[in-house]
T-cell receptor, first 111, second 113 residues
């Protein structure tokens, strides 16, 4: 069964203090890995899709990277508005296009 | 704005009642997914419809059912409600080609008293 584990569960950063969130996954074959941002009480907002090991994508202060077993979401010089829960999800190859979500990392950036 | 709409935003009801949540997918998306998110828990996949037909089921209770209509909007029906059904319910849609990037609606917050 596909599994996604995110760490840490919660992270508190000072404004400007860069860090990384981890997403470890187990799938029979990876078709795609997704990152979402979720604000409290809101729907997840799509950030990135990564397809193969070695791939990197950037958006403002966020950069997502992918290896064969994990993905990292690097946050450079975060601002308070980056505070949110970041969700990782994977889609396996073959058959039904099921997407499995992790429970997320709750990020708090303090001014 | 993802382009996915959900109504109502909030719903407060009593145990034993039945409610219907509605979702309109992004223009052009044929697939609709329903998820449940309880407090401090992850997204639990409930059910998927593709172009009007049920495609996959997740952890959906027998008291819950869904359908997708010819205009592609979808409804999630929750019956014999229990306190534990209180949660955020999200709808997502996708074009569902090889890579299943899903776009989420704003959610419906259900409170069962």
């Amino acid at each position: 069964e596909d599994q996604v584990t995110q760490s840490p569960e919660a992270l508190r950063l000072q404004e400007g203090e860069s860090s990384s969130l981890n997403c470890s996954y187990t799938v029979s074959g990876l078709r795609g890995l997704f990152w979402y941002r979720q604000d409290p009480g809101k729907g997840p907002e799509f950030l990135f899709t990564l397809y193969s090991a070695g791939e990197e994508k950037e958006k403002e202060r966020l950069k997502a990277t992918l290896t064969k077993k994990e993905s990292f979401l690097h946050i450079t010089a975060p601002k308070p508005e980056d505070s949110a829960t970041y969700l990782c999800a994977v889609q396996a190859t073959g058959g039904y296009q099921k997407v499995t979500f992790g429970i997320g990392t709750k990020l708090q950036v303090i001014p | 704005d993802s382009g996915v709409t959900q109504t109502p935003k909030h719903l407060i009801t009593a145990t034993g009642q039945r409610v219907t949540l509605r979702c309109s997918p992004r223009s052009g998306d044929l697939s609709v997914y329903w998820y449940q998110q309880s407090l401090d828990q992850g997204l639990q996949f409930l059910i998927q419809y593709y172009n009007g037909e049920e495609r996959a089921k997740g952890n959906i209770l027998e008291r819950f059912s869904a359908q997708q209509f010819p205009d592609l909007h979808s409804e999630l029906n929750l019956s014999s409600l229990e306190l534990g059904d209180s949660a955020l319910y999200f709808c997502a849609s996708s074009v569902e080609v090889a890579i299943n990037t899903q776009y989420f609606g704003p959610g419906t917050r259900l409170t069962v008293l």
